[in-house]
């Protein structure tokens, strides 16, 4: 797995201090990148799905998909953490912005990937 992530300057902490809170089996599975989502993968590895909770702003997450998609397998679920939250209305803007169908689960939104 592959994670994005940057530092938080308000709570004075990085990404680095997010995988000790993971047991050593799973952080030796996870590739973390100190930088925006946006900025894209690094390798042209085919990637099988894109979780994306990041800023949760509408433009950066339009940026975000359109970066990565076109290294998504068909039929890669797409998935948007917080898609039902009222304090972050830009997750749901941009799925629709972009025109994605999918579905509601729970507070998550899926979206495949047609290839
Ligand atoms: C709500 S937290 C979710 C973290 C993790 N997915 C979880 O459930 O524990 C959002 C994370 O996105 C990160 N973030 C904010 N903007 C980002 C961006 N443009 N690119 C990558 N990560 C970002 C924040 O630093 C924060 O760690």
Do not use: C
Request: proline share 10%; no cysteine.
């Amino acid at each position: 797995m592959v994670t994005y992530d940057i530092p938080d300057l308000s709570r004075g902490i990085g990404p680095q201090h997010y995988l000790q809170l993971v047991d050593s089996d799973v952080r030796d599975r996870i590739e973390l990148i100190v930088a925006p989502g946006s900025t894209g993968p690094r390798d042209a590895k085919p990637v099988d799905l894109l979780y994306i909770d990041s800023s949760h702003e509408r433009e950066q997450t339009i940026e975000e998909v359109q970066v990565w998609r076109p290294h998504l397998r068909p039929g890669a679920p797409v998935i948007f953490d917080d898609y039902t939250n009222p304090g972050f209305p830009g997750v749901r803007e941009a799925t629709e912005q972009l025109g994605l169908r999918g579905e509601q689960r729970g507070e998550l939104f899926v979206h495949r990937h047609p290839g």
